[in-house]
C-alpha cells in the first residue's frame, strides 16, 4: 500500500487488489470471452510484466505463495429420484448441475481474519495446462469494501481493475509454490506459418496483415490489424516469404527496420496488431504516437517512486545519423552523416555542412546500375564518442542522395533531451508501452515535456505496486508549445 500525501490528493491508503483469470480457449478466433468455469485468483505473491513496443512479444511472470487457495467447484444434485431394484429404493442422479464456490473471508473484531468456504482446494501445477488464456487485472483500492471485489465507485470510476496483461501460459513450474510463464496475445503468430510470398515492389503492410486482405496474415489467430494502421497504408517495398517463417519471424524482421509491431486495442477493447514506426520528431501518419490527443500527466512529487534519470546536455556537434534504406535492387544501403567540424554556419561556402562517414562499400555490379560512392573514402571513422542516432527512410527505392537529405533533414530536426535512465513509479497510471505521457518537474524544468515510453517494466506483490518506464524520446520540450503533442 501507499500513501496519498499531497496538495491535490487526499490524505489516504490504498491497498493492492488483483484479480488473475485463467481459461480454456474454445475458439482461436473468440480471445476475449470468459467462460463461467474459468479459475479466478485474487491473491499472489508476486507479478512481473515486460513489454516493449519495440519487442512483438511481451512477457509475464507470476509466482503464488504456498498454500494460495483457489475457488473450485462443487457438483450439486439438481434431481433426485428413486428407483426400486429387487425390493429396494436406489437413488438416482438425473442431473448434475456444476456450482461455483467462492472464498469469503471476514475479520473479527479482536484482528483475527476468518476464511470460510464450503469447498477449497490448495493451489498446486496440476490445476493449470500450457496453452491457456490468462488475464491479468491489478488495481489500488481506496475503499476496503471493495477489496477482493469487482465492485468500484460507479460515480468517478475509482478503484476499477485495469486490464495489465492479456495472453497465453507458456511454461508452470513442476511444483510448489506455483509459477506461471505467460506470453501476450502476439504468441499466437508464432504458430502460424506464412506460405510462399514474392510481393510486388510497392506492397503494403495492409497487404499483409488487414482482414480479407491479399495475404491476409492474420487469419484464425483472433487478432487483427489496428484500424490507425490500416488507415495509413505503410509501403514496405518488396517482400518475399518462404513457409519456414512464421508470421512473427516476419514482424520481428520488420522491427530490424525500425518498423515495429506490438498488441494494441481498438476503441472495441478486441486487441489487433499495430505496426508503426517511432518518430518522435513529427506527427506523421504512420507513427506510433499518431492520433494520441491525450497523454498521462507525471508529477514528481508525487507519482516518482525513484527518479533513475541522469540529465546530461547533449552536444550536437558529436551528434552522427545513421541512416538506412532499401534501394531499388531490394538491398539494404547503409550511410552515415555527421556536422563537418570545419563548417562555420550558413555563410560559409567553403566547407559543406556536413560529412558522409563509413559507406557501405558499392559492388561492381550497383555501379553498372548506375550507383557511386558518394563519400570518396573508405576509411573507417571511429564514432564511439558519438551519438549515434538510427533513422530508417520510409520512403522504398529511393536515390543514394534523396537518403542523405533525408539524413540530413533528420539531423536538423533532432532534439537531444539529455536525459537517460529510467523512472520508477507507483501503479496509478497504469501505463503501457508506445504511450505518450507528460513530465513535470518544479525542481529541474529542463525534464519537463511530452516523451513517447519505449519499455515498460510492472510488478506488483509483496513489495508494491511499481511501474520502471524508460523514456528516451522526447516528443516536444514544455517551451515549443506543440499543441498536436499535447
Given at each position: 500500500m501507499k500513501s496519498s500525501v499531497g496538495k491535490d490528493y487526499p490524505d489516504q491508503v490504498d491497498i493492492l487488489d488483483c484479480k488473475i483469470i485463467i481459461w480454456n480457449l474454445n475458439s482461436k478466433d473468440d480471445l476475449m470471452t470468459i467462460p463461467s468455469n474459468a479459475i479466478v485468483l485474487r491473491e499472489c505473491e508476486d507479478i512481473e510484466i515486460d513489454e516493449s513496443y519495440k519487442k512483438l512479444i511481451g512477457t509475464a511472470t507470476v509466482k503464488f505463495a504456498l498454500g494460495t487457495v483457489?475457488?473450485?467447484?462443487?457438483?450439486?444434485?439438481?434431481?433426485?429420484?428413486?428407483?426400486?431394484?429387487?425390493?429396494?429404493?436406489?437413488?438416482?442422479?438425473?442431473?448434475?448441475?456444476?456450482?461455483?464456490?467462492?472464498?469469503?473471508?471476514?475479520?473479527l473484531d479482536d484482528g483475527v481474519i476468518v476464511e470460510s468456504a464450503t469447498t477449497t482446494e490448495v493451489l498446486n501445477p496440476t490445476q493449470f495446462k500450457i496453452g491457456q488464456r490468462i488475464q491479468i487485472k491489478l488495481r489500488y483500492v481506496h475503499n476496503p469494501d471493495y477489496c477482493g471485489t469487482d465492485?468500484?465507485?460507479?460515480?468517478?470510476?475509482?478503484?476499477?481493475?485495469?486490464?495489465?496483461?492479456?495472453?497465453?501460459?507458456?511454461?508452470?513450474?513442476?511444483?510448489?509454490?506455483?509459477?506461471?510463464?505467460?506470453?501476450?496475445?502476439?504468441?499466437?503468430?508464432?504458430?502460424?506459418?506464412?506460405?510462399?510470398?514474392?510481393?510486388?515492389?510497392?506492397?503494403?503492410?495492409?497487404?499483409?496483415?488487414?482482414?480479407?486482405?491479399?495475404?491476409?496474415?492474420?487469419?484464425?489467430?483472433?487478432?487483427?490489424?489496428?484500424?490507425?494502421?490500416?488507415?495509413?497504408?505503410?509501403?514496405?517495398?518488396?517482400?518475399?516469404?518462404?513457409?519456414?517463417?512464421?508470421?512473427?519471424?516476419?514482424?520481428?524482421?520488420?522491427?530490424k527496420y525500425q518498423l515495429y509491431s506490438f498488441v494494441k486495442y481498438d476503441d472495441s477493447g478486441n486487441p489487433c496488431i499495430a505496426v508503426g514506426r517511432s518518430y518522435f520528431s513529427s506527427d506523421t501518419a504512420d507513427s506510433i504516437i499518431h492520433g494520441q490527443t491525450t497523454s498521462k500527466l507525471i508529477q514528481f512529487n508525487y507519482h516518482v517512486a525513484e527518479d533513475g534519470l541522469t540529465l546530461m546536455n547533449v552536444d550536437k556537434k558529436f551528434l552522427a545519423v545513421e541512416a538506412q534504406s532499401l534501394g531499388k535492387d531490394d538491398k539494404f544501403y547503409r550511410i552515415t552523416i555527421r556536422k563537418n567540424p570545419e563548417y562555420t554556419g550558413p555563410g560559409d561556402t567553403t566547407h559543406k555542412e556536413f560529412e558522409l562517414l563509413n559507406e557501405?562499400?558499392?559492388?561492381?555490379?550497383?555501379?553498372?546500375?548506375?550507383?557511386?560512392?558518394?563519400?570518396?573514402?573508405?576509411?573507417?571513422?571511429?564514432?564511439?564518442?558519438?551519438?549515434?542516432?538510427?533513422?530508417?527512410?520510409?520512403?522504398?527505392?529511393?536515390?543514394?542522395?534523396?537518403?542523405?537529405?533525408?539524413?540530413?533533414?533528420?539531423?536538423?530536426?533532432?532534439?537531444?533531451?539529455?536525459?537517460?535512465?529510467?523512472?520508477?513509479?507507483?501503479?496509478?497510471?497504469?501505463?503501457?508501452?508506445?504511450s505518450k505521457i507528460e513530465l513535470l518537474d518544479?525542481?529541474?524544468?529542463?525534464?519537463?515535456?511530452?516523451?513517447?515510453?519505449?519499455?515498460?517494466?510492472?510488478?506488483?506483490?509483496?513489495?508494491?505496486?511499481?511501474?520502471?518506464?524508460?523514456?528516451?524520446?522526447?516528443?516536444?520540450?514544455?517551451e515549443d508549445n506543440k499543441s498536436n503533442y499535447k
Open positions: 483457489l475457488e473450485v467447484q462443487k457438483q450439486q444434485n439438481s434431481d433426485v429420484t428413486y428407483t426400486e431394484v429387487d425390493g429396494q429404493k436406489i437413488q438416482t442422479l438425473s442431473e448434475v448441475v456444476v456450482v461455483p464456490e467462492r472464498i469469503y473471508t471476514n475479520m465492485d468500484y465507485d460507479t460515480t468517478t470510476g475509482n478503484d476499477q481493475f485495469i486490464t495489465m496483461f492479456d495472453g497465453y501460459i507458456e511454461k508452470i513450474s513442476v511444483s510448489t509454490p506455483v509459477e506461471l510463464k505467460c506470453e501476450n496475445l502476439a504468441s499466437a503468430l508464432k504458430k502460424v506459418t506464412c506460405r510462399k510470398i514474392v510481393s510486388g515492389w510497392n506492397s503494403t503492410v495492409n497487404e499483409f496483415l488487414a482482414t480479407g486482405s491479399k495475404y491476409n496474415l492474420l487469419r484464425g489467430t483472433g487478432l487483427k490489424l489496428h484500424p490507425q494502421t490500416a488507415s495509413c497504408s505503410i509501403n514496405i517495398g518488396k517482400i518475399t516469404l518462404t513457409p519456414d517463417l512464421t508470421v512473427a519471424d516476419v514482424l520481428t524482421e520488420w522491427a557501405t562499400h558499392i559492388t561492381k555490379k550497383s555501379m553498372k546500375l548506375g550507383a557511386t560512392a558518394m563519400s570518396g573514402t573508405h576509411t573507417k571513422v571511429d564514432l564511439s564518442l558519438y551519438t549515434v542516432i538510427p533513422f530508417f527512410s520510409k520512403h522504398m527505392g529511393i536515390s543514394q542522395s534523396q537518403l542523405i537529405e533525408e539524413a540530413e533533414a533528420y539531423y536538423n530536426r533532432y532534439s537531444p533531451n539529455g536525459i537517460e535512465g529510467s523512472l520508477t513509479l507507483f501503479g496509478d497510471l497504469a501505463l503501457r508501452s508506445g518544479t525542481r529541474r524544468r529542463e525534464k519537463n515535456g511530452w516523451y513517447l515510453v519505449e519499455e515498460v517494466n510492472t510488478k506488483f506483490g509483496t513489495n508494491g505496486y511499481r511501474q520502471t518506464i524508460k523514456i528516451p524520446y522526447c516528443i516536444a520540450h514544455a
